[in-house]
């Protein structure tokens, strides 16, 4: 099985609609469109002359985003989204473009994906699997140092020192080809933080290495305001503070620039009932502003 039929649950979803569409027959892009969720309700809200194009880096969930809603007012596109410059061509007036951060339900529940500390598979984590560099080679050949350092800086890991030393250990007797053992040598190290699986933040931080996701993230917002019509807005959910603190800080220079009109002076949060229904709505934070 490819995917779980556990669809990923949209996140502030009503909330992004209303601060990105503002013109039902104008061209949006969904840049990271999981299975969909955001794209169709963009779809019912869009008139016959609206058009969507809605990218992912990960061939899977665009296979199940066309099945979700098929319209033809929607192409998909397989990329990363720091290239959304080099998909939308220059005459296109592109009217908004939201980013969802982060990877789906369906990656973290495919076993075979190798992203959950709980997965018996192969460490992998590759949103895409026809890039090269998997959490394997991460894990089994990166020196001590760098992993040090990417635990430490992508998940603000207080014990990367700890955990990076366990990790070089483990390996000098046998490679660390699984999930579950990254998470049991992570577990042997550190104990449990309330209901916080150990291993949590050094998945995070793994993850983000394999999908340079902080690079992507940084190209992916230049990129979108580059193809921005005046008056085109920017939605951007993004689920930990590495993430909020690029947005944040890439709207303020924008703002400060008088390129950029904030819509959001503090970002918006997921209601308590929100949280409930979809506890990984939890940390999503929205924030959305205007091209000037
Ligand atoms: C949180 S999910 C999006 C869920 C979607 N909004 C929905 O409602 O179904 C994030 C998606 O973004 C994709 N993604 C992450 N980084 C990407 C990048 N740099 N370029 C393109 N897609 C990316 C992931 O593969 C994943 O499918």
């Keep these: 099985m490819a ?9 502030l979803l009503k909330e992004v609609m209303q601060y ?5 027959d104008g ?11 955001y794209s169709c309700e963009i779809l019912s809200k869009l008139g016959k002359d609206g058009r969507l194009i809605s990218i992912d880096r990960d061939s899977e969930a665009l296979e199940i985003a066309s099945k979700r809603c098929p319209d033809e007012r929607q192409r998909f596109v397989k990329a990363r989204f ?28 495919d076993n075979d994906r190798g992203f959950s500390f709980l997965s018996t598979q192969r460490l992998d984590m590759r949103m895409d699997k026809d890039e090269s560099l998997s959490a394997w080679e991460v894990v089994n050949t990166y020196d001590q140092k760098r992993l040090e350092e990417i635990i430490r800086n992508y998940g603000e890991e207080r014990q990367a020192h ?48 394999v999908n340079r996701e902080m690079d992507e993230i940084k190209e992916g917002l230049k990129g ?57 709505a939890r940390s999503a934070k929205l924030r959305a502003g205007e091209k000037l």
Excluded: W
């Excluded at 990105?20 to 039902?24: E, K, R, S, V, Y």
């Excluded at 990076?164 to 992570?186: F, G, H």
């Design 224 to 280: 979108a305001f580059e193809v921005l019509a005046s008056k085109g807005r920017l939605c951007v959910v993004s689920y930990h503070s590495l993430e909020d603190r690029l947005v944040k800080s890439f709207f303020k220079d924008l703002h400060l620039g008088k390129r950029l009109l904030i819509l959001t002076k503090k970002p918006l949060t997921p209601t308590p009932d929100e949280i409930r229904s979809n506890p990984s």
């Design 82 to 109: 720091s290239q959304i410059s080099e998909i939308i061509s220059q005459n296109e007036m592109v009217r908004g473009v939201v980013f969802d951060f982060g990877v789906s339900r369906m990656q973290i529940k």
């Design 27 to 37: 061209l949006y892009i969904d840049a990271t469109t999981g299975s969909g969720g």
């Design 3 to 11: 995917f779980s039929d556990d669809l990923h649950q949209p996140v």
């Design 162 to 209: 700890k955990i990076a030393k366990a990790i070089v250990e483990m390996r000098k007797r046998s490679a660390i080809n699984t999930c579950i053992e990254l998470s049991e040598c992570i577990s042997m190290v550190v104990g449990r933080r309330g209901k916080t699986h150990p291993a949590t933040k050094t998945f995070q931080a793994i993850r983000i290495e």
């Design 20 to 24: 990105l569409i503002t013109d039902t």
